[in-house]
């Protein structure tokens, strides 16, 4: 494994925890490198909340959807840190429309050749992992390349 990485995945639900893994993403990066922050749009009817109106069985307007990615967009923009360019780290922008993010962030990973995926996780153990699911555990499972979870620190509890 090579540090700094060249070629960065790093995917985000645009959440505050999936957001924690872009500053790590732009660290790892060499001078000359690429991060590729990546957001994938679910339909709607699994529950994007790309969608403000979203409602059970509603299907977004052409127009709402284009809304929702100009939005989507916007928001991917002001992740990247503005002193990336100066330090010689390029950043592209994807936004890929799938059903399975794990699937989506595999095919993504292939398709620019990246050499780590860097993505946020909430860090759940037990049933609540077992109710809500992984999607950084199934990327975790998927990868044939290194993936490193970031993950928001969890408050001590006060003695």
């Known amino acids: 494994m090579r540090v700094p990485f060249r070629t960065i995945l790093c995917p985000t639900d645009l959440s505050k925890i999936g957001d924690l893994a872009v500053p790590?993403?732009?660290?790892?990066a060499g001078k000359g490198g690429t991060v590729h922050l990546l957001h994938v749009c679910e339909p709607p009817f699994l529950g994007n909340p790309l969608y403000n109106q979203f409602v059970q069985g509603?299907?977004?307007t052409p127009e709402e959807r284009q809304e929702g990615e100009d939005r989507v967009n916007r928001q991917l923009h002001q992740?990247?840190?503005?002193d990336a360019l100066t330090r010689g780290v390029r950043t592209e922008y994807h936004l890929v429309h799938g059903i399975s993010v794990p699937d989506v962030i595999e095919e993504q990973a292939k398709e620019i050749g990246a050499d780590?995926?860097?993505l946020g996780t909430h860090g759940r153990t037990g049933i609540s992992r077992l109710v809500m699911g992984s999607v950084a555990e199934e990327v975790v499972r998927k990868e044939h390349l290194p993936v490193i979870l970031v993950h928001e620190d969890l408050p001590k509890e006060e003695e």
Do not use: G, S
């Open 24 to 28: 790590v993403a732009y660290q790892l």
């Open 58 to 60: 509603y299907v977004p």
């Open 79 to 82: 992740l990247a840190p503005d």
């Open 116 to 118: 780590v995926v860097v």
